[in-house]
């Protein structure tokens, strides 16, 4: 039995949110702070929601909804306004992710995305964060593009002392990937981490070989629980949408896990990328250290939007 070991603490999302709470809780603030509720007050809050990146559809519902909720139990205060904001924001999004516990001995994580996402250094903090639960770690570089990003994977399974699989440079990920599911299954390793290259979700040879790399992961470990998530860059906006969509049609997705959360005051992107996709958001980097990665709660992260 192996699980995702758990870190999710309400301070911590909080302190990674302060740049989109700063953009987002002062207007809802100065809006709700006015107590008059008319067309207006829904319109300017709309506009701040889709200002913080939430886009429109998931703003359109939030206002819906919160319409609804405010004349069926107006809200004695602009506190109990703001809970219901809370809620509807938390609403857009699935509660929380399935990851939790599982009957399989291996838990294999398959991380893709477009480059420079943050996908080997989530590689590098899960490595961290199994290892410090007392998990067998293998990781492997897949990603065979680029001589430095093999080092890079090294640099993290030293630190973690996580098992490296690796190939030369120019090699061939489904290889790579044959290999590690084979050391993994020597080894009786708990957790098994594939760093993939980055690449555009428009270029199909790239998703076709992606497809290939999850297809020996599936042949070859039956057994295990396989995870597969997209690493997403918070700071790349809308775009990130069209990225989600593609690499889950193609490639078939599991979850989410945004980056750089830390460095946007645009967070509302976790918001409208939950929606779009319907797909949970499992974690959250908030920085370059590998204790920066968060579990994702959505009323968590709702309250981190606006306390
Ligand atoms: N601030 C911040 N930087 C991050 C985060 N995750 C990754 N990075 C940085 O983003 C850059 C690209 O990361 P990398 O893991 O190499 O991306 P990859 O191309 O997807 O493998 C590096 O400089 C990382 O340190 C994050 O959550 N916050
Ligand atoms: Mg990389």
Not at 58 to 65: G, L, S
Not at 275 to 303: K, Q
């Amino acid at each position: 039995m192996s699980a995702i070991p758990a870190n999710g603490w309400l301070s911590r999302v909080k302190s990674a949110m302060s740049k989109t709470r700063d953009s987002l809780a002062a207007p809802v603030n100065r809006v709700f702070g006015r107590g008059v509720f008319d067309d207006e007050t829904w319109d300017e809050l709309e506009e701040i929601l889709i200002g913080a990146d939430m886009g429109l559809t998931a703003a359109t519902e939030i206002i819906d909804r919160i319409r609804r909720d405010a004349l069926r139990h107006p809200p004695g205060d602009s506190g109990e306004l703001k809970e219901m904001l809370q809620a509807a924001i938390a609403a857009e999004m699935i509660p929380a992710p399935i990851l939790g516990k599982h009957d399989a001995s291996l838990t294999v994580i398959f991380l893709v995305g477009v480059n420079g996402t943050g996908k080997t250094t989530t590689a590098g903090k899960l490595a961290r964060r199994f290892a410090d639960a007392g998990g067998t770690v293998v990781i492997a570089a897949a990603d065979t593009f680029r001589a430095a990003a093999i080092e890079q994977v090294a640099v993290w399974a030293d630190r973690t002392g996580a098992y490296l699989v690796k190939h030369k440079r120019g090699g061939d990920s489904a290889a790579v990937a044959y290999d590690a599911a084979a050391a993994a299954k020597a080894r009786g390793a708990d957790y098994l981490i594939i760093d993939t290259a980055g690449r555009l979700q428009t270029k199909a040879p790239l998703m076709e070989e992606l497809k290939k790399v999850k297809g020996v992961l599936t042949r070859e470990l039956p057994e295990a629980h396989l995870l597969s998530w997209l690493v997403m860059d918070a700071t790349t906006g809308q775009n990130g949408l069209a990225q989600a969509t593609a690499f889950a049609e193609k490639i078939g997705l599991d979850g989410l896990i945004l980056t750089k959360l830390d460095g946007t005051a645009k967070g509302g992107i976790v918001v409208a990328v939950a929606r779009a996709t319907g797909l949970p958001v499992v974690m959250l980097g908030t920085g370059e250290t590998e204790a920066d990665l968060i579990d994702f709660d959505s009323n968590n992260f709702a309250a981190a939007l606006l306390d």
